[in-house]
């Protein structure tokens, strides 16, 4: 294929596709030119279907740091494990491509998308989405896409389109939306407080964006697409499955409709066991290959029979498994101050998941060094979620965090921050571990609301509590059901996984995923409103709980003192090789952090040492004028005159004939080291050093001899 090239503006900056010049042995791959952001998408898919009962799709977002003229940190110098921004993005892209493959599709697909030049204004990761769903449109894989994003921002009320990084620090709305030509079908974004009308209308606005590159999508795909490989769909047979679904309905009915978690899933497992049991005869007497499919279809038929009496409980008799109204939120409970040693904790429970957040407080130096693609360099506020197998009563895997438990503590993190004071309010980093110790439905939103618990039992002055829920959605065309606090069950076999989080005044983060290939602005508004309701449910319970932050910190946590000092004095409190400063640390066993604005952060956990260190500092930075007048103490003597330190760091000289009215012979007739003498400060020249004189405070009878100004350490 010879290399093709489509261009096109995307808001309102340039877009460039080129096809067929690079990674030509790929089933599908695009070079996507962004601006200056450069990002090679490339995707391959097995020529058989795996054996698996789910769609082995995966998703890579390599994050080069050559794109954006670094050399990686650390020993090795080459890149490593994915970033936490790079795996968010792997997900961002992951969720609306998923739901566009045939039900059935089980050939392993892989997305690779590698970041080879970043410019900040134009986002590599809305690049490779469209990359993503390019590389799959021309490709000879069966995609029923094409898929399209965009970032939507709002600033001073007007909707943008991929804003840039300046906007984007103006914007009360930090959108990413993604979907087809009809439909949205992917929604992540943070927000400050807006209002549900608000928000519609951000989604709404990128939706239009989507269906303009959807449509440059198409035109490419025309050009130089491949033709669609034949594939095989795991299906099952009608008749088969006509009988399991006569004899066993009603029966899965009843285990479904067991209102405890645990017990339900034990009934529903063995309405799955009866099944699985009245054809074993039959799989026994095939052969092997013939048996391995019979078993694996009747396995299936069983899966789908819970599915289908799920969803037509919801969706025609409005009936859920356990018993709630569509929109009813189960039993909450919560408790602040658990965890004595920690700053501030929160236990929150809603029915049978639960969630324990610790708030720690640190001085700000201890804040997060990102070392990534992207403009920001460090954060003061984090927000980690840990999901063990226990809150499900089941073991696995025990380690590192893994994409889920990461993207649950970034959808925390998102829907908190908007909440956290200023550095200015309130100088401390803050971190937030949530431990999820029970789960059966939407562990992020409860971590959230503990989160909200143990930040105001820290005692940090958040903006407002927060409140997080997530919203369900069961469709069979015609009707559709939307579900308050979805459970387990309803979200693995619903049809939307809808998150709204926000405080009493608006919305602070949102997330969706679908199963679907979109929903309609009808089924968003209503789930909006829907969420409010609940959300201000949730808020009620918490604010019963701790009405507002602790007036006082933890005798745990740190103390910690600001002070503004000239940026142009940073050099003489942190001195040569930082000597001066350590020797500040080594005396008062203090922490000290300042920034290039000359913000300086004292903290300890003794008020007194904070008080002794802020001095010091007081009085490295303090601003020597003429006429000004000191008690100093003569550190050196010299044949020409005295050193006097007035302030610390701060010395200055006194000639020998500023040192008494009448004329002497030698400095040590009057003066010794050591000795208190008040002085006057004559002039600073202009090379910064300090003139001092003794004789300008000095009586005009008084003689030399009578040493009244001064305390001699000789005497």
């Given at each position: 294929?010879?290399?093709?090239?489509?261009?096109?503006?995307?808001?309102?900056?340039?877009?460039?596709?080129?096809?067929?010049?690079?990674?030509?042995?790929?089933?599908?791959?695009?070079?996507?030119?962004?601006?200056?952001?450069?990002?090679?998408?490339?995707?391959?898919?097995?020529?058989?279907?795996?054996?698996?009962?789910?769609?082995?799709?995966?998703?890579?977002?390599?994050?080069?740091?050559?794109?954006?003229?670094?050399?990686?940190?650390?020993?090795?110098?080459?890149?490593?494990?994915?970033?936490?921004?790079?795996?968010?993005?792997?997900?961002?892209?992951?969720?609306?491509?998923?739901?566009?493959?045939?039900?059935?599709?089980?050939?392993?697909?892989?997305?690779?998308?590698?970041?080879?030049?970043?410019?900040?204004?134009?986002?590599?990761?809305?690049?490779?989405?469209?990359?993503?769903?390019?590389?799959?449109?021309?490709?000879?894989?069966?995609?029923?896409?094409?898929?399209?994003?965009?970032?939507?921002?709002?600033?001073?009320?007007?909707?943008?389109?991929?804003?840039?990084?300046?906007?984007h620090e103006s914007s009360d709305i930090d959108l990413t939306v993604a979907g087809t030509s009809e439909a949205i079908n992917m929604v992540e974004s943070g927000a400050q407080e807006v209002t549900e009308a608000d928000m519609l209308g951000a989604l709404m606005f990128g939706q239009?964006?989507?269906?303009?590159?959807?449509?440059?999508?198409?035109?490419?795909?025309?050009?130089?697409?491949?033709?669609?490989?034949?594939?095989?769909?795991?299906?099952?047979?009608?008749?088969?499955?006509?009988?399991?679904?006569?004899?066993?309905?009603?029966?899965?009915?009843?285990?479904?409709?067991?209102?405890?978690?645990?017990?339900?899933?034990?009934?529903?497992?063995?309405?799955?066991?009866?099944?699985?049991?009245?054809?074993?005869?039959?799989?026994?007497?095939?052969?092997?290959?013939?048996?391995?499919?019979l078993a694996q279809e009747v396995n299936q038929i069983a899966e789908d029979l819970e599915k289908d009496v799920v969803r037509e409980l919801i969706t025609i008799d409005k009936i859920r498994p356990d018993g709630r109204k569509v929109d009813e939120i189960r039993s909450l409970s919560?408790?602040?101050?658990?965890?004595?040693?920690?700053?501030?904790?929160?236990?929150?429970?809603?029915?049978?998941?639960?969630?324990?957040?610790?708030?720690?407080?640190?001085?700000?130096?201890?804040?997060?060094?990102?070392?990534?693609?992207?403009?920001?360099?460090?954060?003061?506020?984090?927000?980690?979620?840990?999901?063990?197998?226990?809150?499900?009563?089941?073991?696995?895997?025990?380690?590192?965090?893994?994409?889920?438990?990461?993207?649950?503590?970034?959808?925390?993190?998102?829907?908190?921050?908007?909440?956290?004071?200023?550095?200015?309010?309130?100088?401390?980093?803050?971190?937030?571990?949530?431990?999820?110790?029970?789960?059966?439905?939407?562990?992020?939103?409860?971590?959230?609301?503990?989160?909200?618990?143990?930040?105001?039992?820290?005692?940090?002055?958040?903006?407002?509590?927060?409140?997080?829920?997530?919203?369900?959605?069961?469709?069979?065309?015609?009707?559709?059901?939307?579900?308050?606090?979805?459970?387990?069950?309803?979200?693995?076999?619903?049809?939307?996984?809808?998150?709204?989080?926000?405080?009493?005044?608006?919305?602070?983060?949102?997330?969706?995923?679908?199963?679907?290939?979109?929903?309609?602005?009808?089924?968003?508004?209503?789930?909006?409103?829907?969420?409010?309701?609940?959300?201000?449910?949730?808020?009620?319970?918490?604010?019963?709980?701790?009405?507002?932050?602790?007036?006082?910190?933890?005798?745990?946590?740190?103390?910690?003192?600001?002070?503004?000092?000239?940026?142009?004095?940073?050099?003489?409190v942190i001195g040569k090789g930082g000597d001066v400063i350590n020797g500040i640390i080594d005396e008062t066993g203090v922490k000290i952090d300042i920034d290039q604005e000359g913000n300086v952060s004292i903290a300890s956990s003794d008020a007194e040492m904070i008080k002794k260190?802020?001095?010091?500092?007081?009085?490295?930075?303090?601003?020597?004028?003429?006429?000004?007048?000191?008690?100093?103490?003569?550190?050196?003597?010299?044949?020409?005159?005295?050193?006097?330190?007035?302030?610390?760091?701060?010395?200055?000289?006194?000639?020998?004939?500023?040192?008494?009215?009448?004329?002497?012979?030698?400095?040590?007739?009057?003066?010794?080291?050591?000795?208190?003498?008040?002085?006057?400060?004559?002039?600073?020249?202009?090379?910064?050093?300090?003139?001092?004189?003794?004789?300008?405070?000095?009586?005009?009878?008084?003689?030399?001899?009578?040493?009244?100004?001064?305390?001699?350490?000789?005497?």
């Amino acid at each position: 294929m010879t290399k093709q090239v489509f261009e096109t503006t995307w808001g309102g900056r340039p877009l460039q596709v080129e096809v067929g010049q690079l990674a030509k042995q790929a089933n599908g791959a695009v070079l996507v030119r962004y601006g200056e952001t450069v990002v090679l998408s490339a995707v391959v898919a097995s020529k058989e279907a795996k054996g698996t009962d789910f769609f082995p799709l995966t998703i890579n977002y390599e994050e080069k740091m050559y794109a954006v003229g670094k050399i990686p940190g650390g020993f090795i110098k080459r890149e490593g494990r994915p970033s936490t921004d790079a795996t968010l993005t792997a997900r961002l892209i992951d969720r609306p491509i998923r739901p566009m493959f045939a039900e059935g599709f089980r050939n392993e697909v892989q997305v690779t998308n590698t970041v080879m030049s970043v410019e900040q204004d134009c986002s590599p990761a809305m690049a490779a989405m469209l990359g993503s769903s390019l590389a799959l449109s021309i490709s000879d894989i069966p995609f029923e896409g094409p898929i399209a994003g965009v970032e939507v921002g709002r600033v001073n009320g007007e909707y943008i389109l991929n804003p840039t990084v300046e906007q984007h620090e103006s914007s009360d709305i930090d959108l990413t939306v993604a979907g087809t030509s009809e439909a949205i079908n992917m929604v992540e974004s943070g927000a400050q407080e807006v209002t549900e009308a608000d928000m519609l209308g951000a989604l709404m606005f990128g939706q239009e964006a989507i269906q303009e590159l959807v449509a440059f999508e198409e035109e490419v795909a025309a050009s130089c697409g491949k033709e669609k490989m034949d594939i095989s769909l795991l299906q099952v047979d009608e008749d088969l499955q006509k009988a399991i679904y006569n004899n066993y309905y009603e029966t899965m009915k009843t285990a479904v409709l067991t209102e405890e978690k645990l017990a339900r899933e034990d009934e529903i497992e063995n309405v799955k066991t009866i099944v699985k049991e009245a054809y074993e005869e039959q799989i026994t007497a095939l052969e092997e290959e013939a048996s391995d499919h019979l078993a694996q279809e009747v396995n299936q038929i069983a899966e789908d029979l819970e599915k289908d009496v799920v969803r037509e409980l919801i969706t025609i008799d409005k009936i859920r498994p356990d018993g709630r109204k569509v929109d009813e939120i189960r039993s909450l409970s919560s408790e602040v101050g658990l965890l004595p040693r920690a700053h501030g904790s929160g236990l929150f429970t809603r029915g049978q998941t639960q969630a324990l957040s610790a708030c720690t407080l640190a001085p700000l130096g201890e804040h997060q060094v990102i070392d990534g693609l992207g403009v920001e360099e460090s954060k003061r506020f984090i927000h980690h979620y840990n999901f063990p197998k226990y809150s499900v009563g089941s073991t696995g895997r025990a380690g590192s965090p893994g994409r889920r438990e990461i993207g649950h503590g970034a959808l925390g993190e998102r829907a908190l921050s908007q909440i956290i004071p200023s550095e200015a309010e309130f100088p401390y980093t803050i971190r937030l571990v949530a431990e999820v110790l029970e789960s059966n439905g939407s562990s992020s939103q409860a971590s959230i609301c503990a989160g909200t618990l143990a930040l105001m039992d820290a005692g940090v002055p958040i903006k407002a509590p927060v409140a997080g829920i997530a919203m369900g959605l069961v469709s069979d065309g015609e009707n559709y059901t939307i579900l308050t606090d979805i459970q387990g069950m309803e979200d693995h076999l619903g049809d939307m996984d809808f998150k709204v989080a926000g405080t009493k005044d608006g919305i602070t983060a949102l997330q969706m995923d679908i199963k679907i290939q979109g929903i309609t602005e009808q089924i968003l508004r209503e789930a909006l409103a829907q969420a409010k309701q609940a959300r201000m449910e949730i808020l009620q319970q918490l604010t019963s709980t701790i009405a507002q932050p602790k007036e006082e910190l933890s005798p745990y946590a740190p103390k910690i003192e600001m002070m503004s000092i000239d940026p142009e004095k940073i050099k003489d409190v942190i001195g040569k090789g930082g000597d001066v400063i350590n020797g500040i640390i080594d005396e008062t066993g203090v922490k000290i952090d300042i920034d290039q604005e000359g913000n300086v952060s004292i903290a300890s956990s003794d008020a007194e040492m904070i008080k002794k260190a802020s001095g010091i500092i007081k009085d490295l930075t303090k601003e020597i004028k003429p006429g000004e007048v000191y008690l100093g103490k003569v550190v050196r003597i010299e044949k020409f005159g005295a050193f006097v330190n007035i302030a610390k760091g701060k010395d200055g000289l006194v000639h020998i004939s500023q040192i008494a009215k009448e004329r002497i012979n030698k400095v040590e007739d009057v003066l010794h080291v050591g000795d208190e003498v008040l002085v006057k400060v004559t002039e600073i020249d202009k090379q910064g050093r300090i003139n001092l004189s003794r004789k300008a405070m000095l009586k005009d009878d008084e003689k030399t001899d009578d040493k009244k100004d001064s305390k001699s350490t000789k005497e």
